[in-house]
């Protein structure tokens, strides 16, 4: 696996995931694999499962359609992930940029065909030395109760629930000191 360019990064501990790389990304990759299809399935799957199914970007809420259309201007003050194979762009995360030491990890999603190879994993580890190596001393995010392989991915990781800041009731919140 190759770890994300930029300061911060460290390749040397970055865990071995054969044939999938995970990089940085920006807007300005527009030869490489980028996150938009991504978002897109992790979005549509979210709404489903919330009861809200939708056929297409189209119909999602209009701050997650931004994602999906403009991911370089929605998430231009947070790093990026991508993991990819051969080209083809397999997984992603979101990491927001520390406020008052604190990052949050969101939009966590490894392509279904994918799974099982340690994407998840190897994105949320990479995400996690990238914060600490930026100021980050905790970092946190939030995941949906129905989610119980997310939930237990995040716990294996390190992430302890604690009392929601969300709003929505189905929503588990978690945390993690660096």
Do not use: N
């Amino acid at each position: 696996m190759t770890s994300p360019s930029g300061p911060g990064a460290d390749p040397a501990s970055a865990p071995d995931l054969g044939e999938i790389t995970v990089s940085r990304w920006s807007g300005d990759d527009a030869d490489g694999p980028g996150p938009a299809g991504l978002l897109a399935a992790y979005h549509l799957r979210t709404e489903a499962e919330k009861g809200a199914p939708v056929d297409d970007v189209a119909g999602l809420p209009d701050r997650y359609r931004a994602e999906v259309l403009d991911p370089a201007a929605v998430f231009a003050q947070d790093v990026v992930l991508v993991a990819s194979s051969a080209g083809t762009a397999v997984g992603c995360l979101i990491l927001t940029a520390p406020a008052e030491r604190r990052s949050e990890i969101k939009r966590l999603w490894a392509d279904p065909e994918f799974r099982g190879r340690g994407i998840a994993s190897g994105l949320v580890e990479t995400a996690l030395r990238y914060a600490a190596g930026h100021g980050a001393d905790t970092v946190a995010l939030s995941v949906w109760k129905w989610r119980t392989g997310a939930i237990g991915l995040y716990g294996r990781l390190g992430f302890v629930a604690v009392e929601s800041w969300d709003e929505r009731g189905q929503l588990l919140c978690m945390e993690r000191s660096l």
